[in-house]
């Protein structure tokens, strides 16, 4: 299965950016429609965003909708989610995900990366 590292977490204030990558290994990154899902201490993880394996479309949650973006460049097997006016509710550990199916389920999910903690400060 395809291995998953993010990098790009922190500690930022309301208001602020942040940009989150997340890395894959081996040949078959193109195959994947990938995910965003967070998760904050106490609740269940939920959904952020997807993108397909084109890179053509997306989706979002409706409570980062407008505010994260989420790309894909197959060339260089990477994800990416560009965070803008972030509010201390985004608070969490981030997750990148390899999927085999576009939607906003974790039900068809074939790998996850380990993490990085995004902390929204007011």
């Known amino acids: 299965q395809v291995q998953l590292v993010e990098s790009g977490g922190g500690l930022v204030q309301t208001g602020g950016s942040l940009r989150l990558s997340c890395a894959a290994s081996?040949?078959?990154?193109?195959?994947?429609?990938m995910d965003w899902f967070r998760q904050a201490p106490g609740k269940e993880r939920e959904f952020v965003a997807a993108?397909?394996?084109?890179?053509?479309?997306?989706t979002y949650s409706d409570s980062v909708k407008g505010r994260f973006t989420i790309s894909r460049d197959n060339a260089k097997n990477t994800v990416s989610l560009q965070m803008n006016n972030l509010k201390p509710e985004d608070t969490a550990i981030y997750y990148c995900?390899?999927?085999?199916?576009?939607?906003?389920?974790?039900?068809?999910?074939?790998?996850w990366g380990q993490g990085t903690q995004v902390t929204v400060s007011s």
């Open positions: 995900a390899a999927d085999t199916s576009f939607g906003s389920s974790w039900s068809g999910v074939a790998s």
């Open positions: 081996g040949r078959t990154f193109s195959s994947y429609v």
């Open positions: 993108i397909d394996r084109s890179g053509r479309m997306r």
